[in-house]
T-cell receptor, first 112, second 108 residues
Framework: EADIYQTPRYLVIGTGKKITLECSQT?????MYWYQQDPGMELHLIHY???????EKGDLSSESTVSRIRTEHFPLTLESARPSHTSQYLCASTRMGNTEAFFGQGTRLTVV | QKEVEQDPGPLSVPEGAIVSLNCTYS??????FMWYRQYSRKGPELLMY????GNKEDGRFTAQVDKSSKYISLFIRDSQPSDSATYLCAMSNEKLTFGTGTRLTIIP
């Protein structure tokens, strides 16, 4: 059982609102990732981090930002949500060396 | 060309059949190979993990890696309706790269 948690599981919010998606892991993993996935579609990497104070943009351009102040915590923020941000957001973590990645259950975001 | 290619399917097979899911890759630096299962509206769940050529078996699942051909497979024996899901291959060296996923349906 993977110890990585995402909150909220579901979020419906109005256009222009600021939102933060939470991701926490208790496995002590250094690397953490955010993926965006539309229904039935592939995973797209939007952000990753190799450790505290390390953040990098992924393959898919995203208007979201991330921070990594603590090893176990990797929140994603959208300053002004838009309907185009509607998607599922998945957080994952791995040990250094990129072996098994463990995923959270995801946050399904709907912007109306 | 993508580093990892995976047939998106969909693939439908009758219950009890042997299922073969495959991925090819172009980056010879990949050292670790994984298979994930993703049910609808859930996060991917790690099924199998291997780092060498050859076969690895876990219950009804067998992961096969052929580094010389840059080809990996996942076999599911005695397939069950509960195996219906999207299966993603993943590979890593310094960077974790996923296939697009194959949508599998097991027909009772």
């Amino acid at each position: 059982e993977a110890d990585i948690y995402q909150t909220p599981r579901y979020l419906v919010i109005g256009t222009g609102k600021k939102i933060t998606l939470e991701c926490s892991q208790t496995m002590g993993h250094d690397k953490m990732y955010w993926y965006q996935q539309d229904p039935g579609m592939e995973l797209h990497l939007i952000h990753y981090s190799y450790g505290v104070n390390s953040t990098e943009k992924g393959d898919l351009s995203s208007e979201s930002t991330v921070s990594r102040i603590r090893t176990e915590h990797f929140p994603l923020t959208l300053e002004s949500a838009r309907p185009s941000h509607t998607s599922q957001y998945l957080c994952a973590s791995t040990r250094m060396g990129n072996t098994e990645a463990f995923f959270g259950q995801g946050t399904r975001l709907t912007v109306v | 060309q993508k580093e990892v290619e995976q047939d998106p399917g969909p693939l439908s097979v009758p219950e009890g059949a042997i299922v073969s899911l495959n991925c090819t890759y172009s980056n010879s630096a990949f050292q670790y190979f994984m298979w994930y299962r993703q049910y609808s509206r859930k996060g991917p769940e790690l099924l199998m993990y291997t780092y060498s050529s050859g076969n690895k078996e876990d219950g009804r699942f067998t992961a096969q890696v052929d580094k010389s051909s840059k080809y990996i497979s996942l076999f599911i024996r005695d397939s069950q309706p509960s195996d219906s899901a999207t299966y993603l291959c993943a590979m890593s060296n310094e960077k974790l790269t996923f296939g697009t996923g194959t949508r599998l349906t097991i027909i009772p």
